[in-house]
């Protein structure tokens, strides 16, 4: 069973840097491709970044240059890095794999003022 639990969200300024964590629960992390998306108020879930087993990565292509996706996988853990923030990337920010089923973490909250 997976088990995904996302932090680091939070409030910051525009322009500013925030680092989120997702923890991997259960078995062989390093075999699984690794999502973010997030959802903004009213808006559907949008794909974010990706990063494979093999650690390619990719990203919705608004996002490239100013998101960075990351794995540890001694520490069963993704990162998205996300720099020079602006208030439209306010939104819910989830974790997600796939094997079979899917699985979502519960979201960290992610708010940019202006």
């Known amino acids: 069973q997976v088990q995904l639990v996302e932090s680091g969200g939070g409030l910051v300024q525009s322009g500013g840097s925030l680092r989120l964590s997702c923890v991997f629960s259960g078995n062989g992390f390093s075999s699984y491709a690794m999502d973010w998306y997030r959802q903004a108020p009213g808006k559907q879930r949008e794909f974010v970044a990706r990063?494979?087993?093999?650690?390619?990565?990719n990203y919705e292509d608004s996002l490239k240059g100013r998101f960075t996706i990351s794995r540890d996988n001694a520490k069963n853990t993704v990162y998205l890095q996300m720099n020079s923030l602006k208030p439209e990337d306010t939104a819910v920010y989830y974790c997600?794999?796939?094997?079979?089923?899917?699985?979502w973490g519960q979201g960290t909250q992610v708010t940019v003022s202006s």
């Open positions: 990063i494979t087993s093999a650690s390619t990565t």
């Open positions: 997600h794999t796939k094997r079979w089923l899917e699985y």
